[in-house]
Structures are given as C-alpha cells and as structure tokens.
C-alpha cells in the first residue's frame, strides 16, 4: 500500500514538449549566446529518447508551439506530486500561454488539477523543488510569494517553504534531488546560501551532493521499476569536473545526458519533461 | 482515585521547599495553611512579631477580586466579604509563587520522576504510595494541602466539590467531582484513570478561558486559579504530539492520538491534501467498522463520518474505495496505519499562534517538536530549531527568542514577535517552554534556587519529557487493556478540544476588531491615561495628606511635565522600549546601537538564512506610517462587548510607588530599636484589567533554552554572559536574594550596600508569613538612605523585568526611577517625567525607524515627597529587615512589600515600601485604584506617615500620526 510520501521518484509517464523553431531565436535567454537549433534539436531528441526508450517511460509529446519560443521547457508550465498538477501561471509573460497544452495532457491523464487564476500570482516550475518530503519554492525574478502560497495550497500534505533565489534564473538552475534525501547542490556562493537556508527551514536531514558547476546540479533522478535509483546527469564533455562527482555515486543507473544547445537559453535537464506517477493503486 | 493526584504536586514540593530554602521557603507552607494561625506564625526564626501582619492584609485584600476571596477562605469565609482574611489571601499568592517554581521546577522532579517510573508498571500500587507520603509528611509539617486528595477526605465537611466536565476525544462527557481547591492535576489523572490511559505525558486538559482561547491547564495548579470563572468544563487532548506513534507502547495511547487527530483533521487544523483525507479516512473506517462489506455498508454508510473539513460525494467514494483495500487489517493496524501516514504530515503536532513579526506582518507561530516555525499564509518563512535557540522570553504582548549566532556571526540576536495581547504571549512561550522540555531535554529543567528567583514567570514545565515518558511506558506491563472504539461519527459533534486554527486563517486575528476605531480608541485611551496620572496623585495627596504630612499639588501635575522633563536631569528614566533600547544611553549611543542592531540584522538575515531578503527589504522600505499603523492595530483593540473583555490588549499600564516613612514607635521589642521608626511603604500593586487566564500574572518570562545535555548534568550553564547579568538580578529578588548574600555585591554596588545593611532587630512591621531577610553586615557610607535600596525594589518589580534583547541587556526599568528621584530631591518635591518613545524613533536613522519597536510607551514618573523631620538623607544605609512579595493573581494584583529597617544615630527606622502596579486597559478605573491603593497603605499602617508618592506610568502609545 502505498502511503503518504513513499515511493519518491517513482514514476510511469513523461509529459515533454518538441523543439519550436523560434527557440533559437526567441527564446528568453540570461546570456546571449546563438544556439544552434539542430544541435538543440537533436539534444531534445536523445533527452525524450532516453525517457522512452531506455528507461522505458511513457512520453506524452505535445507539439511544438512556434509562438511559445521557450515550451519545450515544460517544467514551469506544472507541479505535479502525487495525483495533483497545479497548473502554474508562468513568471514570463510570454510563456503564460504554455500551460494550455499542458493542462490537456496531465487532464487526460487522470491528475486532479489545480488551476493558478490568481492574477498576481507567478510561478515556474523551475523554482519548485520537492525533496519527497517537503517543497522548497525559489523566489525569483519568476515567482513570487503568492505562487507559493498557492503551491503550498495545492499540496497541503507538506512544508512549503521559500527561498529566496538571486543571480539565477531559477532555484533548480542550481540544485535538484540526486536521490531520496540527497540534493545535488552546485557550489557557488549562491547555491551555498540556498542550501543553507534549505536547510535551517527543513525539519529533515539532507545528504548533499555538492558540484563544482551549478548547472551540473540539475539532474533528473527517477526510482523505477526494474531498474533501481537512476539519474540523469551532465556530460563530462560540458562539465568535467562535476561528472566525476556524479560517477561517484555507484549505487544509481547514471545515464549522462548532453545539454549543451538548450543551456544557452537556461534550460536544465529537468525542464525538458514534466514527470508523473500514474499507477493503478493510489 | 482522589489521593493520588494532590499528593505528588504538593506533598512533594511544599516539604523540599522548606528545606532547601530557609526562610524564604517557609511561607510556601504557612501559605498552605490559611485556616491555621499557628502554622503562619511559627517558622521563621528570625520572623518579626505578626502584628503588623494582619492590618496590612486587610488593606491589599480589597485589591483581590472577590474570587480570589472566595477560593482562599473557603474553609473560613464568605466569597467576596471585605472581612476574608486579607493575609490568607496575599499568603496564598506568595504560595502559588511558590508553588509555581517549586512544581514546576522539579527540584523535586528528579525524585517524583523515579518514583513514577518504578510504579508505572502497577498503577494501583502508586496512589496508594503516595497516599502513604502524604500522609507522612503531612504529619510531619502540620500543613494540610488542600488541593491533596487526601486532605480532601479529612476536610470532607469543609470542602466545597465542584463537578467537572471533561469533553474526551470521543466526543463523551465525563463528569467527575473535584475539590475546589483541587489542583489540575488531580483533574488529569481522574480523566486518565477513567480512560485506563499510563501513557499520559503526551495528554493534557484544557480549558476556554474568558477569551474563548483555549488554555493549558497547568496540572501543578490549583485548577479554580486557572480558570478564573469560566466554567468547569474542559477537554481531554494531545499536548505533545509524538514524532514516531509507533513507539507508543499500547494501543490505547495510539487509539487516543488518532482520535484527536481526527478531531484535528475534521476541524481543518491539520491540512491534508485530497488523497491523504481518503487514505486516512478508509483507516479509520477499517478501525471502527472492520473490513468493508459491501452488503452492510451501502452508499451512505460512511456519509456520517467526517473526514475533511468539507467532504465532497467524491471524497467518500475514495475513501470506500480505499477501505475495501484494507481488507484483514486489524483495529489496532489500522490505527498504527493512520498515524503512520498522518504523522507525515508538515503541520502535525504544529500548535500555531497568531502573531505578527517585527514590521507588523501577519504570520504565524508555530510551535513543534523540533522548535519554532514561522509562517506566512501557509509557508514557511522560517523555522528556529530548539539548538538553534538560546533563550524565550515574553514582555507584554510580545513575545521574543534569542537566537544562536551561526558559525560566521559573532552576535546573537533576537527575533521579536507581537502577539495579539499579552496572555497570547504567555501562551506561546509557556508552549514553547514545554515543547521544548518534553522534546529536547532528557528531564525536566531544574531551576536551581537562583532560578526561580529571576523575575518573571518562574513557569517551567514540570511533567515527563518525552525520553522519561518512553523509558516510563516501556516498563508498563499489563495486559493490553480492552477499550471500546467508539465511531467517530459523532466527530462532527463538537470539536472542543480543537482550538482551530489555520494557517490561512488570519481574518480571525485581524478581525477580532483591531482594525475600525482603534486609533480612536487609542487617543482616547491616551488621554485617559493623562487624566489618570493626575487624579490619583490628587487623590493619593488628599487621602494621605490628611493623617501625614504630605504635600502635594495633583492639578498641577500635567503642566509640569514639560517642566518635569528638564527638571528630570538627574532622574534617570528609561522605558521599556520594545525593541529594548537602552535609554539611559546618550542619543548618539542609541543610535549607535540601533545601526548595530539592524546591522547585526541584516547580517543575521544573511548568514542566517533568511528565507526572503527581498520580503524584508520590501517591508523596511515601507512607509513608517504603514508600520505604525499595524503596531497600532496591534496594540489597541476595540472592545466589542462590554466588560471582561479577553480581547483586550492592555494599552495602559500605571506603575504607582507610594512610599510611606512614617515615624512609628516600634510596636514590638526590637531590642536595639530605639524611638523612632521610619517605616517606609512600598507596594506593588498591579492589576491587570484583561482577564488573564493564568493564575500567574507575570508580565514577562524568561526561559533558557538547554541543550538536552546540559539539561542532564548541570541545570545552569551559563551561555551567556548575559545570564551573569540575570544573577545580579535574581540576587536583588527579595527574599532568597539576601539570604544568599555573598553573591550579591557584584553589580550594583550601592545597591548592595543597601542590601548589606545589618539587620539584626526583629521588626515590628514583619509578618509571620513574611520571609525573613538576614541582613548582611552592611557596609555604610551609602549616602541615600530614604530611597529604599534599589535593588530590592528592583526586585518586586516583576512585572517590570527588563527585556534583553539584541544581545543588548537593558536592565534599567521604569521602576528604577522613582528610587533615583528620591534621592536627589530634598524634602518635598514633586517631580514628573514624561518619556515618549516616540522621540527616540524620530531621532534614529532611516533604518532604525523601521525597526522602531512595536509597542510605543510612555513613560511618566511623578514623585511626591514629603519633608523627612529626621533627616533622612543622612546617608546611613538602612537595615533590610523583611523584603516581602506577594503576587496576588487576581485580576492580576501583585503587592510587594519591602521593610526596610534604619539605623541612624540610635534610631531606628522602620521603611515600609510599596509598590503598586496597576495594569489595564484605558477603561480601567486607575484613579480609583491609585486611591484605594494610597489609602490602604494608610490604613496598614496608620501610626506611620507616608513621606513619599512616586507615581510612575508608563503607557503603551497609539500610534496614529506620522
């Protein structure tokens, strides 16, 4: 039986999104770099792949939007824990529209949803991390207090509590869990302070895992059946260094994922997919 | 089981007092016994002729509320009869001080504990035990305890039953008879005894005080004392929410926490989402109704069953749904699996306390197991864990915790919280107290002697910690008992024992009808408070000048104060500011210290997590005026409805000294005394118009954070060098103070000096009950000697206790005042002093006006003096002679009584001191009470004349303008 808050990381389907071609363009960036649509293309291709194929999840793919620039990154449009999805109301203008098509997906599949109507009420996904225990919710330049507190409405079981995020565009641009009670944490002075903070409001113990590149502590952790701990991690051609840390966790299926295009326009490894447990039994 | 209960609290802690205390420890037991003459008069050694006594009584009982009478003189008097026997009553106040330290202090706790925990296993054994104890020790002492259960069956005849109504987690009534004096918890263990509960440290009682705010019952407390008069109806609940249910050792015990949960969940205190309503809900059904079947439970079968706050149709069908699965699963499983799950939770076992933080922000406190959680509408801002906190304290309605410096700070700092009103903070705190004794500590603090005699609110909780409890129940041994699980379909009934409180919930806070009027109400209140000044001065000087020689002019008393403020050169004034300034520093100083306490702030923020710079920075860039306007809001209250009102935030608070020298002829055989005694008065009186809840009336409280290390071997680490700054204090304390004398010098030395002074002769003036100081040698050459020694007013003044906080002590108190201004003034002199705070936020910088306290207060001081015909400004110090203090927890009147003995030149004098707080809203008949205070002091002592007035006030201010 499963009960409240077991089986973290545990999942059966995967909601992801294609590629617009006005990614390369027009899609926000922090940077200013030119990404190079095909390679983007194909990094998107092998990403879904591995969900699909090598893990064996089932892909939800929704359309490209050529008017949403930045919808493959589908972790901001929704939060999903358990049976519920919040659909968010993104902190870009531009992106608030994204939600619609994800809205379709997680109804047809049997979530419960709730809705962020509140007006003034921004979140990303991309400040949302659950630990299987708790939220923490990044306050950033894309989510504000009051997305939080309707988060925190939505998921009622656990602690929410917030973190403030400067200097990033996210809270998962620099941290995401590696494991159940581990969180991957980079090390700059900003996700230190963040951890810190995480820490001090949390009533549980984390492992940390600490990386040498904040963006290589954006990973993609999953408990499968059949196939243990698994986690999707950077590549040693992006981040060296940080790929050593991640070899060291012997214990979990490590599949290193390339991302080098979709960086240059502040896509992680988990904004590419929007991860959901649909089993049978509760 | 009558005797059980009454014979741990007092027997126990009544006797060790008296013999580990010397003097002071002696009135505890005189206290116990009113209807016993001889027992008031008989153990103090040293303990002056009891004449005095009695008159004096007599005065101060007309402050206490005529419940209080009734209580105290049951087994003699009438209720409400001016005749009560005045000493029983203020007698009984210094006991239940007493009591209050000593229970809950477990001095005792160590040995009660092993106790229990060797008879825990044979619950019939223990009463009968204890009974034995009782009785022994009963015999021993003389002292009948009243609140003993057996002493209840002695007195039988005397003894008024009252029925109580206890709400189980049920939903059942169980109705028992109590003696009226019966402590809590007698109450408890009857309620336990009847649901065959062992494991019952996690439980208590509470009770709706006249707020309708839900309140502990403090079981080492006499319950009348507690509940004031609300009714006699209380609910059995979980106190202490266990982290892990599933080291509960019987099924009993889990049964029980699943039921308040229940309650907990059904009432929305305890959020959960959809799914977990369900998953929680079918385990319920399979505990109560066993496996489904689908022939007996059809469609509506669970449709009385709450399981949510607001059950859907497709709520229940989830939770049949879900019911069915759990096929097989055993009563006793199913409520193991309930609370598996339930304990998961983020707000189990939370208790959450409306508050707002420093900028005059709603959130909420949250208190736990692990220590303090804030929220703001619903999410965590930030959490304190109880290592990470160092100290809680409580001043007026705020309520404050002193925070560890993390590793890169060097300074610790403290997060004040306002809470709706002061016995909103004492709740909080006391919570917190216990929270963090049951959870953290491994045995229950043990304040050492010093302990209890810091001011404040000696409250401590008393019980099992969570470690002693759990090594208790692994020792119970019995077969597991049959209880019958009753539906918690009647869970819809009444949700009493759930004070519902959500997270969101703040409308109830800010509704409660701070919002409309309050400036209004707050002007009014102001001006009052003027009116009050002056009236009682006009009064105390009418009624006192007439038999003494006093002069005064209270009509001219408001024209002065602009005067006063310069004449008040040499008074030193400081108010208690709220965010604690010390006001005695040059401006550039507060300054200073204020750029270092948003600096030491910021920084805090910094490396201390700070969940959102951002949200602060927002709000100290708000305009002041908003800011004030909350504090306001905060601070001044509507009343809605009449009189009594729990809402009530005190807005006023008077400090009135009258000091009364008198010439007296000694009434009794002082061996050395010579003719002339100048008595000096001094009485606290303070009266607080908000029915407070707690017996205890203490303003404000302290408590030490221990590491349960600590805890276990040394009670009193010192952490801080603050904490030396709290002895010097706790010396000053009256009683105990003096006789644990070489400490003492230290801080102050004038003071000291005072305190030192050698008393040898038996004082007229000292009451049996009254502990007995023995003086020290007193080393001369103190120059003021008509100023009682400030140390010992300092010390009655608990009300008054200064507040630390930012690392910063201020110590310096409203209180100290009147004793400065005496001294320096010549024969008569009227002086008063008016503080604003205001003045001081106007002054500070940008930043610094942001964190302008909460609570703006006015302080004013007026100071009557009469001429001394003996010169008494010789600079001979005086003898302490008996420093008394009675808390009367009436509507909170607290009366302290000094005698101070003098020589000088062959005579002696005899310096009576007292003091009177009066605290209260803006309706509260101040100049009433001032009078009759002033007059009682005459008639206490009518053979001596009151040579000096000091009327201190200090009011919390409105702030409407800016």
Redesign the interface.
């Known amino acids: 039986m499963a009960g409240l808050m077991s089986g973290f990381g545990s999942f059966t389907h995967a909601v992801v999104r294609a590629l617009p071609q006005s990614l390369a363009k027009e899609a926000l960036r922090t940077g200013s770099l030119e990404v190079d649509l095909l390679k983007a293309q194909e990094e998107h291709d092998k990403y879904v792949s591995v969900l699909k194929h090598r893990l064996g999840l089932e892909v939800v793919e929704l359309p490209a939007d050529e008017a949403l620039p930045d919808c493959v990154f589908v972790e901001d449009a929704a939060v999903v824990c358990g049976d519920t999805a919040l659909i968010t109301r993104p902190g870009a203008e531009s992106r608030r529209k994204e939600t619609e098509a994800m809205k379709a997906a997680l109804t047809e599949l049997g979530l419960s949803i709730v809705e962020m109507t509140d007006e003034s009420a921004t979140l990303d996904g991309g400040d949302v991390l659950f630990t299987g225990r708790e939220f923490f919710v990044g306050l950033s330049m894309r989510t504000n207090q009051r997305g939080a507190e309707i988060l925190a409405d939505a998921f009622k079981d656990y602690a929410v509590s917030t973190v403030p995020v400067q200097d990033r565009l996210h809270l998962k641009s620099f941290c995401s869990m590696a494991g159940p009670g581990l969180i991957a944490i980079g090390a700059s002075e900003a996700a230190q302070k963040a951890l810190k903070i995480m820490q001090q409001m949390s009533d549980h113990k984390y492992d940390k895992l600490t990386l040498p590149d904040d963006l290589a502590a954006n990973c993609v952790y999953m408990n499968l059946p059949s196939k243990g701990d698994v986690l999707l991690h950077c590549t040693p051609e992006e981040f060296p260094e940080s790929a050593k840390v991640f070899e060291k966790l012997k214990d979990h299926m490590l599949i290193p994922v390339s991302n080098q295009e979709k960086v240059k326009v502040d896509g992680a490894l988990t904004c590419c997919s929007v991860l959901v447990n649909r089993k049978k039994n509760i | 089981m009558t005797t059980e209960v009454g014979s741990e609290s007092d027997v126990k802690k009544v006797p060790e007092v008296q013999q580990q205390t010397a003097p002071a420890s002696a009135e505890p037991s005189q206290e116990e016994s009113p209807s016993d003459p001889e027992a008031a008069a008989s153990p103090e050694p040293s303990s002056p002729p009891a004449d005095g006594g009695p008159k004096k009584e007599k005065g101060i009982s007309r402050f206490l509320p005529p419940w209080l009478k009734r209580q105290k003189s049951q087994s003699q008097d009438k209720p409400g009869e001016s005749s009560a026997p005045p000493k029983q009553e203020s007698v009984e106040a210094v006991q239940e001080e007493q009591e209050e330290t000593h229970g809950a202090g477990a001095a005792t706790a160590s040995t009660e504990q092993t106790e229990e925990e060797k008879s825990i296993g044979s619950a019939d054994t223990q009463p009968v035990r204890e009974e034995k104890e009782e009785e022994t020790k009963e015999e021993e002492q003389v002292i009948p305890h009243e609140a003993s259960g057996l002493s209840a069956l002695k007195l039988n005849k005397k003894m008024k039953m009252v029925v109580c109504h206890v709400t189980l987690l049920d939903g059942s009534q169980f109705s028992c008879e109590v003696e009226k004096r019966a402590k809590g918890q007698y109450l408890f263990f009857q309620v336990c005894e009847h649901l065959n509960l062992l494991e019952k440290d996690y439980f208590g009682l509470s009770f709706k005080d006249n707020a309708e705010q839900r309140c502990w019952l403090d079981p080492t407390k006499e319950i009348k004392r507690q509940i004031r008069n609300s009714q006699w109806q209380f609910a059995f609940s979980v106190k202490f929410y266990p982290l892990d249910p599933s080291q509960l050792t019987e099924d009993i015990t889990r049964y029980l926490l699943c039921l308040q949960l229940r309650q907990d969940i059904a009432s929305g205190r305890l959020?959960?989402?959809?799914?977990?309503h369900?998953?929680l809900g079918s385990y319920t059904l399979q505990a109560e109704l066993g496996d489904h079947d689908p022939e007996e439970h059809r469609l509506d079968y669970i449709s009385d069953f709450q399981f949510a706050p607001n059950q859907t149709k497709e709520l229940e069908e989830k939770v049949v749904e879900?019911h069915k699965?759990h096929r097989g699963m055993t009563p006793a499983q199913s409520d193991a699996?309930f609370l598996?799950?339930a304990k998961?939770?983020?707000m189990y076992g939370v208790d959450l306390h409306h508050a707002k933080d420093s900028e005059g922000v709603d959130i909420m406190l949250g208190v736990?197991a692990?220590g303090l959680l804030i929220y703001?509408?619903?999410?965590?801002?930030?959490?304190f864990?109880w290592p990470?906190i160092l100290k809680i304290s409580y001043k007026r309605s705020n309520f404050y915790i002193k925070i560890r410096p993390g590793e890169t700070e060097q300074f610790e700092s403290t997060v004040g919280f306002k809470l709706p009103n002061h016995r909103a903070a004492k709740r909080v705190w006391k919570v917190c107290v216990e929270h963090h004794t049951f959870f953290r500590l491994v045995s229950p603090e043990q304040p050492t002697k010093t302990k209890f005699l810091t001011l404040g609110s000696k409250f401590r909780y008393s019980g099992r910690t969570q470690a002693q409890t759990r090594q208790a129940s692994s020792l119970i041994d019995r077969p597991a008992p049959y209880f019958q699980r009753t539906s918690s379909k009647r869970i819809s009934r009444s949700l009493d024992g759930a004070p519902v409180v959500n997270v969101?919930d703040y409308s109830q806070a800010a509704g409660a009808g701070e919002n409309g009027p309050a400036l209004e109400l707050n002007s009014d209140s102001k001006s009052q408070q003027v009116e009050v000044v002056e009236e009682p001065d006009a009064d105390a000087a009418t009624s006192i000048s007439s038999e003494t020689a006093f002069e005064t002019d209270g009509a001219g008393a408001p024209e002065r104060k602009s005067k006063l403020r310069v004449q008040g050169e040499n008074i030193y004034v400081r108010h208690s500011n709220l965010m604690l300034e010390d006001l005695d520093k040059t401006q550039e100083d507060v300054l200073k210290h204020q750029a270092s306490i948003s600096e030491l702030k910021r920084s805090f923020m910094?490396a201390?997590?700070?969940?959102?710079?951002?949200?602060w920075d927002k709000r100290l860039t708000g305009s002041p005026a908003t800011t004030l306007r909350l504090q306001a809001q905060g601070s001044a209250e509507v009343k809605p409805e009449v009189n009594g009102q729990p809402e009530v935030v005190e807005v006023v608070e008077e400090t009135v000294v009258i000091e009364e020298v008198v010439k007296a002829k000694p009434k009794s055989p002082a061996p050395e005394v010579p003719a002339t005694v100048e008595t000096e008065c001094a009485a606290e009186v303070k009266e607080e118009r908000s029915l407070s809840s707690d017996s205890d009336s203490e303003e404000e409280a302290e408590y030490h954070a221990q590491p349960p290390t600590t805890s276990i071997s040394t009670q009193q680490i010192k952490e801080e060098p603050e904490e030396e700054q709290e002895a010097v204090l706790i010396q000053q304390a009256p009683p105990s103070g003096i006789e644990s004398q070489p400490i003492t010098e230290a801080a102050e030395p004038a003071p000291s000096a005072e305190e030192e002074k050698p008393a040898e002769l038996p004082e007229e003036e000292v009451h049996a009950d009254e502990p007995l100081a023995t003086p020290d040698e007193a080393p001369n050459g103190h120059a003021l000697q008509a100023e009682a020694p400030p140390t010992l007013r300092a010390a009655p003044t608990e009300e008054e206790e200064p507040h630390i906080v930012n690392g910063s002590t201020s110590r310096v108190e409203a209180e100290h005042l009147p004793q400065v201004i005496c001294c320096s003034e010549p024969p008569v002199v009227k002086t008063e002093m008016v503080t604003i705070s205001d003045t001081f936020a106007a002054q500070k910088t940008e930043i610094s006006t942001k964190e302008v306290p909460i609570v703006h207060t006015e302080t004013k001081t007026i100071t009557y003096e009469a001429a001394q015909l003996d010169g008494n400004g010789d600079g001979e110090p005086g003898v302490l002679m008996t420093a008394q203090t009675i808390t009367s927890e009436s509507l909170c009147t607290t009366t302290t009584t000094h005698i101070t003995k003098t020589l000088k030149g062959g005579l002696s004098e005899t310096r009576i001191e007292k003091r009177i707080v009066i605290t209260g809203d803006s309706d509260i008949d101040h100049d009433q009470a001032l009078a009759q205070a002033i007059k009682e002091a005459k008639e206490q002592h009518p053979d001596m004349s009151v040579t000096r007035v000091v009327v201190h006030k200090e009011t919390e201010l409105a702030e409407d303008e800016d």
């Open positions: 959020p959960c989402s959809f799914v977990t369900a998953l879900l699965s699996q598996e799950n998961k939770l983020s736990c692990n703001k509408d619903r999410l965590r801002i930030n959490r864990a990470k969101s910094e201390t997590p700070d969940p959102m710079p951002s949200q």
